[in-house]
């Protein structure tokens, strides 16, 4: 059965490019790393499903994250580091996320990387 929530990470953020071809591990990868390793500890593990996407056309605001749901706003964070801290900080805003009905989430309630890293909430239209 699909997951209905959704944690996207973009894979290629915080590359090193060379000759046209990334170079190494991109930051993005290895946050999420971060967040498939923190996940299998969580809560909700089951509600949501951690996925790669390439490139999300944030590269000024890399490392990029988002978290989407059917009948939600969908919400693109930046400026997140690659570490335990920041996968931290994204599962906790998950968790407010999944505790929404229509997902929207105030400022004040998010972890402190994602207060200052909003850069789009997107209405559901559908």
Not at 17 to 26: D, E, F, M, Y
Not at 38 to 65: D, K, L, P, R, Y
Not at 97 to 106: A, C, R, T, V
Request: charged share 15%; net charge positive.
């Amino acid at each position: 059965m699909k997951n209905r929530h959704a944690i996207l990470v973009c894979s290629t953020c915080a590359s090193v490019w060379q000759n046209g071809k990334q170079v190494g591990v991109s930051g993005g990868q290895k946050l999420l790393e971060e967040l498939t390793q923190q996940s299998q500890n969580w809560s909700h593990s089951s509600a949501f499903t951690i996925q790669s996407v390439e490139c999300m056309s944030a590269c000024s605001n890399s490392c990029v994250i988002a978290f989407t749901a059917p009948g939600k706003f969908t919400y693109l964070f930046g400026n997140l580091s690659y570490d335990s801290n920041s996968s931290t900080a994204v599962l906790k805003c998950a968790n407010l996320y999944f505790q929404k009905p229509d997902g929207i989430m105030s400022w004040s309630e998010r972890p402190e990387p994602l207060k200052k890293g909003i850069i789009a909430r997107i209405p559901n239209c559908i």
